[in-house]
């Protein structure tokens, strides 16, 4: 196969985003394309797989060419030659492409027997996964969480209905597939560009992972409820509250940043929802709001560690400083927010994670505090990547009782 030269060029363009502008995989290719207006699907296709591979992959092709994470033009070239010369990819007259032989085979035969480098993880990571998880579990669960993510996508019922959409899509030969217990998904079986669609543009689906959505349904809605989302970022999940609840009622969105709240009100808009309100957190809501909810979600901030599958540079963007600051945010999210529930309601705390310490060790510590000892635990789910093939989720729901 004959590699064209506006592809890696392209290739290296997205790389170097990444790696040295430090931006996130999906933007980086998002901005790629944008300057390669003039690629096909195929073209596009080829860029998304080689560059999340190579970022799923990193710290083994980081150790077959000796970069060592110092990444300038020339290490970034390495990394796309060794990335074709493994995987077999084809030629390329490019001149910058450097040429490998077997020993490179050597090498790779030789390490991809150690976990480091055949799931690519830092060493801490992977320390953290044997402690928590446990040696056998952890080492399931990394490789699920490095196979690719399926395209989910959330029927949004209030402009359309799930046989509906299916029709849609068959007319513009886009494949679904229904999955048991997932009430509002489909899975999109070929990869394409929903965002270019219609059907995106009207407001019919959002992209949002099976696990995901099980957390609105956890929540027992009803319209006369007080409902607030309180780290509800771009809103992914208020806006299926404010759908299984058909537009009735109202939902509090909140968020510390504005910019989420203002990306939040712009796809409501698309999505013909009105019954949410956006709102900046800080003390005075806080204290103002106390024991007014009959529903409060807690989305922490987690380390995303769950959600490998469609974020596969978290990994490099977190390191066992910044988890455990993020462990001590969720524990004083947990405390302050917990004060927004009024007597008999639900606290729903959610994470993308699947590590004890972000999870249940956060909730058995809440409980066993001063804040907590209003709590029961009602319910706690651990959605593991490997069993669902989804997301790795954490969903606990507290009730206050007295």
Sequence with gaps: MKLHNNLIEGLFQCLKLILIDK???????????????????????????????????????????????DYNDRNIWKLISVYIYINKLGNSDNENIIKFDSR???????????????????????????????????????????????????????????????????????ATQEVGEYKDGLIVTKRVNLFRTKEFKNGLFEIQDFSSQLVAYSLDLNPKLKIIDTCAGAGGKTLHIASILNNKGNVIATDIYQHKLDELK??????????????????????????????????????????????????????????????????????????????????????????????????????????????????EQNISPHKSGFDGFYIAKLERVC
Excluded at 27 to 36: D, G, Q, S, V, Y
Excluded at 49 to 57: A, C, K, L, Q, V
């Design 104 to 174: 490179i085979n050597s090498i790779h035969n030789k390490i991809i027997s150690q976990r480091i480098y055949k799931e690519s993880i830092p060493d801490w990571l992977d320390e953290l996964g044997v402690k928590e998880i446990g040696e056998e579990k952890w080492g399931i669960e990394i490789k699920a969480l490095n196979n690719p993510a399926e395209l989910c996508i959330r029927v949004n019922t209030i402009k359309t209905s799930k046989a509906k959409l299916k029709k849609d899509f068959e007319k513009i030969n886009i």
């Design 23 to 69: 931006l996130y995989a999906h933007k980086a290719i998002e901005l790629t394309f944008k300057k390669n207006k003039s690629w096909g699907s195929r073209d596009r296709g080829f860029i998304a797989e080689f560059i999340y591979s190579i970022i799923r992959y990193l710290r083994l092709y980081d150790k077959l060419t000796d970069v060592n994470f």
């Design 266 to 379: 712009r796809r409501a808009r698309r999505n013909g929802i009105h019954n949410i309100t956006t709102k900046i957190i800080d003390k005075k809501f806080l204290k103002r709001n106390k024991e007014k909810f009959d529903r409060v979600l807690i989305d922490a901030p987690c380390s995303g560690f769950g959600v490998m599958k469609r974020n596969p540079d978290s990994k490099w963007k977190i390191d066992k400083i910044k988890f455990n600051s993020i462990l001590e945010d969720q524990k004083e999210i947990l405390k302050n927010h917990s004060k927004l529930v009024k007597m008999g309601g639900f606290l729903i705390y959610v994470t993308c994670s699947i590590f004890p310490s972000e999870n249940n060790f956060q909730i058995e510590e809440f409980l066993n505090s001063e804040k907590g000892k209003n709590f029961n635990l009602i319910s």
